[in-house]
């Protein structure tokens, strides 16, 4: 490691701005930037900016592009041709990142497509397929905090790589002795000799247009009625989410002035996620003031969207991710089946983390749910493999504030979400319900269902083996009841069951239905705790959660983590 740290120091053209911070490290912190690489987890790769190569920098950039460039030059001369869309979103150094991959592809002769400004990432899933890419690069790190940036990867069916597709490039990038001294062409030579395109507003038109023919009851007068308040949290959400609102009609749309504009700094909030609840903090006192209906925000990349909604007290409701994707589920299978468009072979595709709820309001439609992996690059696959004559795809979506209702996107979709949250809110308005009333009446078919997260940090190289040492004392010492409910099944997804890849996965299901899952996140230094309770009542479920948590905590001694 210290040899690592002595060639990154030494070494004459490095970046002067890595070069100081290089030099103002202490050991520990050497340690953790240079004890390994960057590794690719759930979603791509993520890690805090900075020099070394456990962060991410220029050089973890060109490494990991030429890796990719090196696996698409062995496919052949058309795989080239076929070229690489890059797009990037508001963070530090994503634009510089972008260009430093485009200059890298370029250098190998290989036909790059960068899109001129920052896009969300389902633009760029949607690119890849636009265009007959081979694949896609987004720079993002997606919901995390300002601190770190990405790079994710997408196969040419608009998709996050699986792991066996990452394999090979995994191969060329660990043949590559030094990362420093890889070659790259400036970005104007690689517009100069026509290896590097920019991209124009044609591919933004189309996908605008897929988007808006996902909906269900068009432009109505409804949709003018409905009052909402748009946060993108200083990401790249604003303009795609305000066009497609614009064209049906939501003309009573306000965005948040304070988080309109990008900011790399994300400087009106803790942490740009919209699973918490401060980032909402300013859009909730924005529409008390405005007296809006509805609250939506994305995360910087728009990939995920989060919501509040005015219940019938006058008051805001908050939905968690669960909830969301039950309420857009139910409104999707009863808008297609009054309309006649329900097709005999729907399927809706979750992941194993998810709430049960969804399953339930599919099967009373007739529609068949299957589980994936956590990661939307595994709802993707699933997609794909239906094809033409497989079944229709109806909507996917994961507990973790993601959902796709049309395939011509293969990942996450926050703009598409917020046209659907919409037009659901003003159809229900139009009716006298609001969206609390509405899941209640879900709850009260189908059972009420509780769900809960709980994640502990676990920073640098000891933290990786704490977290590695849970997970080999929960699938050792298997639990025979969680706080009072006695346990069905471990269900160790290590093993590679249910017809799905292994994954560090454990869940535990319970005799009434309740459940809890176990896994280390694959983008940040953490191990979560899925919690999901199901009882005939709310308060019920909420008793079964309360007593899951406090044994959880008592048993595997979390309580001094956050």
Not at 157 to 171: N, T, W
Not at 178 to 199: K, R, S, V
Not at 393 to 422: H, I, N, P, T
Request: charged share 25%; aromatic share 10%.
């Amino acid at each position: 490691m210290n040899s690592i740290y002595q060639r990154w120091l030494q070494f004459q053209q490095l970046d002067p701005g890595l070069k100081k911070e290089l030099r103002s490290l202490t050991t520990v912190e050497i340690e953790d930037a240079f004890y390994r690489r960057l590794e690719f987890g759930t979603a791509g790769m993520r890690g805090l900016l900075g020099p070394g190569t456990n962060r991410m920098n220029r050089y973890t950039v060109r490494r990991t592009t030429t890796g990719l460039a090196r696996n698409l030059a062995s496919l052949g001369e058309q795989i080239r041709e076929k070229g690489v869309v890059i797009a990037y979103d508001s963070r530090r150094f994503s634009r510089e990142f972008a260009e430093e991959a485009a200059g890298v592809l370029a250098h190998h002769q290989i036909r790059t497509y960068l899109f001129p400004e920052l896009r969300p990432t389902p633009i760029l899933s949607f690119a890849v397929r636009y265009l007959k890419a081979s694949a896609g690069i987004m720079i993002t790190a997606s919901h995390n905090p300002a601190e770190y940036n990405g790079y994710k990867l997408y196969g040419e069916d608009g998709a996050q790589l699986p792991p066996h597709k990452v394999e090979a490039i995994l191969r060329e990038m660990e043949a590559i002795q030094d990362e420093l001294t890889l070659a790259t062409l400036p970005l104007h030579e690689g517009i100069e000799t026509g290896w590097i395109q920019i991209i124009g507003d044609e591919v933004d038109q189309a996908y605008t247009q897929c988007v808006l023919s996902l909906s269900l009851q068009g432009k109505t007068e409804a949709n003018s009625e409905l009052k909402i308040v748009f946060t993108p949290l200083h990401g790249t959400g604003n303009l795609p989410v305000r066009r497609v609102l614009g064209e049906l009609g939501f003309t009573s749309l306000h965005t948040v002035p304070e988080q309109e504009a990008p900011d790399p700094g994300f400087s009106t909030v803790s942490s740009p996620n919209p699973e918490e609840h401060q980032a909402f903090s300013l859009a909730l006192e924005q529409a008390r003031k405005q007296d809006a209906d509805l609250v939506i925000g994305t995360d910087p990349d728009a990939d995920r969207l989060g919501l509040y909604a005015k219940n019938a007290e006058g008051e805001f409701t908050t939905f968690n991710g669960n909830q969301i994707g039950a309420l857009l589920l139910h409104y999707v299978l009863e808008q297609r089946k009054a309309k006649g468009i329900l097709p005999e072979k729907g399927r809706v595709l979750k992941s194993i983390v998810t709430s049960d709820l969804g399953r339930a309001i599919a099967t009373s439609y007739g529609v068949e749910t299957e589980d994936t992996l956590t990661g939307f690059k595994y709802i993707a696959e699933r997609i794909e493999a239906f094809g033409q004559e497989g079944p229709s795809f109806l909507f996917g979506y994961e507990e973790s504030y993601g959902y796709l209702l049309g395939g011509f996107v293969r990942d996450k979709d926050a703009v598409q979400a917020a046209m659907m949250c919409c037009e659901m809110a003003a159809f229900y308005k139009r009716q006298g319900q609001t969206l609390d009333r509405v899941l209640e009446e879900l709850f009260s078919i189908h059972g009420a269902y509780e769900e809960s997260l709980l994640s502990f940090t676990f920073q640098g190289k000891e933290g990786l083996s704490r977290m590695m040492a849970i997970m080999d004392d929960l699938r050792h010492r298997p639990f025979d009841e969680i706080g009072g409910l006695a346990v069905r099944e471990l269900k160790d997804y290590s093993q590679g069951i249910d017809g799905l890849p292994a994954a560090n996965v454990l869940k535990y299901r319970c005799k009434d239905g309740s459940w809890i899952a176990v896994r280390p996140s694959g983008t940040e230094p953490k191990i979560k705790f899925y919690f999901s309770t199901v009882a005939d009542n709310r308060k019920a479920a909420q008793d079964k959660m309360d007593r899951m948590k406090n044994f959880l905590h008592i048993r595997m001694n979390l309580s001094h983590l956050r």
